[in-house]
């Protein structure tokens, strides 16, 4: 019933067979991404999408607003080594990051590595970069058109030049130094047959040494056996062994096995998976640990691994610092003293204190309600850093002083902004078993309750990960715009701790989808917006979550955008890196779990002839995360079902992936494309 012709997808006989049931999949054809059937319907989607958005005059507008504000100087915080600092900075509207060499923290310094010079359009990023611990070579990986593949590079700091060896088909990692500097260890995978949909398992730890070829590199750790684990590894503060850390999927139950680096023995620590145990650092024989063992907010113990006293693959452990209230979410060791971050409603606190010595612990202000989005320094250095964000601040980097305790403001981002015309507040929603849900709300200070206003309501809720104010230009935009943003801490995320996070999994994926439509309610009770005037959105699986909610609720939203979504729930699994997922999901191969999903995945509760509210699918072409066949059929069923006016839009971006490293011009174009989208609707 749209005002306009949807490019034409063919519906195809496809059926799979789960437990008994026939299940249709029509779209099948449109997970090919690379035929040239898919490709021509992107192309006509994209023309489609680009004719009705760009002929708003607010879109170009919007896009002027999001140049200027995106157009601020800005740093990432320093990694001392060897007496040197290195940093990544952009002087505002570089495509990517630019890594810079200084002799102060605060000093420009020399361009060390600018990935700029690696691709004419600004699509080939970087994942991270690690100094040697000599301070003499650079570690650092290169994403290409966002995929998640890394190759992994080494530079030479003095001359800023790259040595010859290039490793390849590695994910999900950054490289851990050897104590000498010698070489790193990384993860690797088998190179697949096609590595933009392949299934990614049996991965392995491996030894690179600097000056030899990958096909030399050894290898330190793997289980063959159990190909559906991840590993990741640290060294211990006193060098001698290599800490690696076992993960099934995404589940937070981890194991812990120390192999020396001398003997190459490896030995069990904790071979149970149930808790998460994330090493923090060790004194000789005592190993420490943040877990949630017996404390699913976090607690710090202490294990000696000298007489681990294994009892049903879980060993004695002395506690350190009981779970409190709030949730501890990270935990850094400084010298002789701990320096943690806590989470109360999903707003950070910071503490440091003697880890082993009674005393009160000092609480490091903050500037207001925010996050802490990251601490660097090792434990033997005179200083640590810290950045601050807010939703109405960009990032402010801090410098803490070990000898005497003082914090100072290394360096903040000026973004032409009132931050001052606004204000944050958060209220909780009830929901429909009585759980209380927090969420923040911003908007101008002077915002009259009548229901008016167009209201950007963000959600995730899935893989323990906490929804914490933070800073995008987008969202600066919008607010300037005259709208109100909401963002909601649903359970599946990390803000009250394991079983905050378990209430939102497998079975119980369901109390996601209730906790933001009960956030939804609640601005509407109070007056923030209306049915008429509110948007929700979300990526990955928060993209799932505006799926479920559309299609579970459409009569409730005016407008939605789902970015990178998890959208069909039954086939998930099958592609690249999502069995890693079960933990959260649960699979269809599982009867019970298929129910539950089959209950709300998105792509199989189209409902022909419902009125569905406008929506915008993004995806990326190079995602090989959540791959975009994932929207691509959404779109073709919500288009081939949609019952009213309201527009179902898809765009897809060449040379881009799940959205890490996307190049300032291509974000700022899909950020203009995205909020007039969600304004006109709203």
């Given amino acids: 019933m ?32 690379d035929s040239l059937t898919t490709q021509a319907w992107i192309a006509r989607q994209n023309e489609l999408t680009g004719s009705i958005i760009g002929a708003w005059t607010h879109r170009h507008e919007i896009h002027e607003r999001l140049e200027r504000l995106w157009n601020f100087a800005r740093a990432g915080l320093p990694v001392y080594r060897d007496g040197a600092y290195i940093r990544s900075r952009n002087s505002g509207l570089q495509n990517q990051d630019v890594i810079y060499h200084a002799d102060r923290a605060n000093e420009l310094g ?75 260890v990384y993860l690797r995978y088998r190179e697949p047959e096609n590595a933009r949909t392949d299934s990614n398992t049996a991965p392995e730890l491996a030894l690179h040494r600097i000056g030899t070829q990958q096909a030399d590199d050894e290898t330190l750790f793997n289980m063959p056996d159990h190909p559906d684990r991840l590993f990741s590894a640290a060294v211990s503060d006193d060098e001698t062994t290599l800490v690696i850390t076992v993960m099934e999927g995404s589940a937070d139950r981890h194991q812990v096995y120390l192999r020396s680096l001398d003997t190459g023995k490896i030995t069990a620590l904790v071979n149970r998976f149930e808790a998460e145990f994330e090493f923090l650092g060790n004194d000789s024989g005592y190993y420490y640990f943040l877990t949630t063992f017996k404390a699913e907010r976090g607690r710090i113990v202490c294990i000696d691994t000298s007489k681990p006293d294994l009892r049903d693959g879980i060993p004695a452990m002395t506690e350190i610092i009981a779970e409190a ?13 701990i320096v943690m971050v806590y989470l109360h409603h999903a707003q950070s606190r910071l503490v440091k204190r003697p880890l082993l010595e009674s005393g009160e612990p000092e609480e490091i202000a903050l500037p207001g309600i925010g996050t802490i989005s990251g601490i660097l320094g090792e434990r033997g250095d005179p200083e640590f850093f810290y ?3 807010s939703f109405l601040q960009p990032a402010v980097n801090f410098r803490y002083r070990i000898s005497d305790g003082s914090t100072a403001i290394l360096d903040a ?56 104010p933070f800073f995008t230009v987008s969202r600066a935009a919008w607010l300037e715009q005259g709208g109100v943003l909401a963002v909601a801490c649903l359970r599946g995320g990390g803000e009250y701790g394991s079983e905050w996070h378990a209430a939102g999994t497998k079975l119980r994926k369901q109390n996601v989808f209730d906790d933001f439509v009960a956030c939804a309610e609640r601005l509407i009770a109070d007056g923030y917006t209306s049915r008429a005037h509110l948007a929700i959105q979300g990526g990955s699986n928060g993209g799932l979550l505006v799926g479920a909610c559309i299609t579970q609720r459409p009569d409730l939203f005016a407008a939605a955008h789902a970015a990178v979504g998890v959208l069909d729930m039954l086939r998930y699994h099958t592609f690249t890196i999502g069995w890693a997922w079960t933990g959260d999901f649960g699979s269809s191969e599982n009867p019970e779990e298929f129910e539950a999903l089959y209950a709300y995945s998105p792509l199989h509760n189209v409902v022909e002839g419902e009125c569905y509210p406008a929506t915008l699918l993004t995806t990326g072409d190079h995602d090989d995360r959540v791959v975009p066949g994932h929207t691509f059929k959404f779109a073709a069923a919500l288009q081939y079902a949609q019952g009213c006016t309201n527009p179902i839009l898809l765009r897809v971006e060449t040379r881009t992936g799940h959205g890490a490293g996307k190049p300032t011009s291509i974000l700022i174009e899909e950020h203009a494309d995205i909020l007039s989208f969600l304004w006109e609707h709203t």
């Fill in 2 to 33: 749209s005002t306009f012709t949807y490019p034409h997808a063919a519906r195809g006989t496809q059926t799979d067979r789960y437990h008994g049931r026939d299940v249709s999949d029509p779209y099948r054809a449109l997970e090919d991404a």
């Fill in 110 to 184: 020399r361009i060390l590595l600018d990935p700029n010079t690696l691709s004419e359009d600004g699509t080939v990023s970087l994942s991270g970069f690690v100094p040697s611990p000599d301070g003499q070579l650079l570690a650092y990986g290169i994403h290409d058109a966002g995929s998640d593949w890394i190759d992994f590079r080494v530079r030479s700091i003095e001359d800023a030049t790259d040595l010859p060896e290039t490793l390849r088909w590695s994910k999900f990692c950054q490289p851990v130094w050897l104590p000498d500097s010698s070489g790193f």
């Fill in 325 to 337: 209230s709030d949730t501890l979410l990270e935990a850094r060791l400084f010298g002789d003293d």
């Fill in 387 to 389: 950045q601050y964000t």
């Fill in 413 to 468: 981002a000026e973004v032409a902004f009132d931050a001052n015309a606004f204000t944050t507040t958060q209220i909780f929603a009830q929901g429909t078993d009585g759980t209380e849900v927090p969420l923040f709300v911003v908007h101008r200070k002077d915002l009259e309750p009548d229901g008016s206003h167009p209201t950007l309501l963000y959600g995730y809720g899935g893989f323990n990960v906490a929804m914490r």
